[in-house]
């Protein structure tokens, strides 16, 4: 153990590592007593929500240990140069919220959310363990090509797991229950375990180890993750399973798996061709918007329609926020690492700083939300989606204003670094959790999982447009204060130009708000709707705060 301790550069270090270890082993150990509990019900909520979060916090601890990694290992191991690895890291984060749009289409339609989160969590099990195979380094390495496919299986898997998941937090609650928002922002923050924890652990055996270490322990913490949901399925009270189980007789249910792999196959190939992406999100996006539109005018009645629109125009509004909060892992990561003070600590080790906050933040968020609904005050979700843009601008300004301050020839005092996650996370709770209710609670059943796909296609779009703003922020073959001042110019006009949207968006959200109907919004199932529905039960919610019976299903 002394051997082990003293490869850490500072006690920051040290303590970070073993905090994390003791908090993933504290939430392992809670979410297994809070499972096994006789009750249907603990703390207010299904116990199937902690299986749900306990699966994807392992997802989320081998997605963000890569993560962590990823944009280093490919400018320090693979040797891209900084453009080279932004655009593949966004190439590759945009193609991981791609195909959940195929994975979310083939589980409505065939597999059911459980089976496809199942297929999911396996390729991904393949995916990490993958990564652990190194090779020399270099691009006339050989073994490149397993990390490729390495890639390629994590980008399928999550294709397969992302949409599907969270769809089945939204099938163990009404359409109108109040807990609705209070428990996807649980969600949210079991998962953020995962991802805090990974970057500290995962990122610091990856930078210091060996990347092997940091890459093979993410891989373990998804084979965690799949057994918790294996084990856990009678917990999930039948939701997700196949709506047609005849779809799936003589052996088509295997031929949708093969269709799975191909896809692997094709990522394998766009992930070496970045510009594939590009033309893929252009033309495949216009193709999604369009079905989608499709269906909302020739087939769903007036109300619906409108809610698929305000959907859409949600869609459209995080894209913005996606593109600029994602500089996180590629231009931000690089720019810890060379131009912050951090105290010794490794650089990958701040990816961890956003889920902390997460974890601190989103308990009182959810609180916040319904007090406010209470008392009738609470924000329209566009008005919250204006609120987010904005503060992920100001996060970039804070980081700017702070630089300049010191002078470009001084290391940035690493407070600026807390500061700009801090305005970030705070954006992400008022858009990601409330985005996810929103998207299960404007589409018809019968499109939950299509409508959710795009969604997540929306963050695949601004994934690809963070990679190029982050290329534009290398500035390979300059002094050190001039790669300095590139980033910090390209951070201030991305901030300014977030702040105009934000207040653009918030001054029309009012509109938006009456296009979701929420006065006549309804549960699917007939008898289980909550009393005082009709009074109104969207945001605010009306008399239905404190119904006399909680439906279980």
Known sequence: MAEFNALFDSAYELWAFWIAVVALTTFLLGGVFLTTRPQAEVIG??????????????????????????????????????????????????????????????????LGQRKAVLFGAVLLTFGHFFMAFEGDGGQADATINIFWMALALIIVGSGFLKANISVMVG???????????????????????????????????????GWAYGFGLAGIGMLLGLVFFIVGKPLL?????????????????????GIGLAMVALCWLAIQYQSLVGWVL????????????????GRLPREERDRIFAAIFLIFVSIVFWALFEQAGSSLNLFTDRHVDTQGVAASMFQSINAIYIILLAPLFAGLW???????????????????????????????????????????????IFLIYLLHT??????????????????????ASLIMGTWFFASATGNFAAGLIASATGAEGVSQEAGKQVVLDVYSTVGWFAVGVGIVVMVISPLVKKLMHLDTLADDDVGDDLEGQSEGPGEPQGAGMHPTTRPIN
Not at 237 to 257: C, H, Q, S, T, V
Not at 379 to 398: C, Y
């Open 45 to 110: 909520h299904p116990k199937g929500l902690f299986l749900l979060f306990m699966a994807e916090m392992w997802e989320r601890f081998s997605y963000y240990g890569m993560r962590a990694l990823l944009i280093f290992y490919l400018v320090q191991h693979w040797m891209f140069s900084d453009s080279e690895a932004s655009v593949i890291y966004g190439a590759y984060t945009a193609l991981v919220y791609i195909t959940p749009v195929v994975g979310g289409f083939l589980a409505d339609r065939y």
């Open 282 to 297: 252009g033309f495949f996006g216009l193709g999604l918007v369009a079905y989608v539109l499709y269906l909302a005018i």
């Open 370 to 416: 319904q007090m406010l609904a209470r008392r009738g005050a609470e924000p329209s979700t566009p008005m919250k989606f204006g609120l987010a843009v904005i503060q992920v601008g100001l996060g970039f300004l804070v980081l700017v204003w702070g630089a300049q301050s010191v002078g470009l020839n001084v290391p940035t005092p690493v407070i600026f």
């Open 237 to 257: 009270l039948g939701k997700g399973e196949p709506k047609d189980p005849a779809k799936l007789a003589g052996g088509r249910e295997f031929g949708i798996y």
């Open 426 to 447: 705070t954006g992400e709770l008022c858009l990601s959790p409330v985005g996810l209710s929103a998207m299960n609670r404007l589409s018809p059943g019968h499109m």
């Open 171 to 209: 099938q163990l609650y009404p359409r109108t229950d109040i807990r609705r928002d209070p428990a996807y922002t649980i969600f949210y923050m079991g998962i953020n375990v995962g991802a805090a924890t990974a970057s500290i652990i995962c990122g610091f055996l990856g930078q210091t180890v």
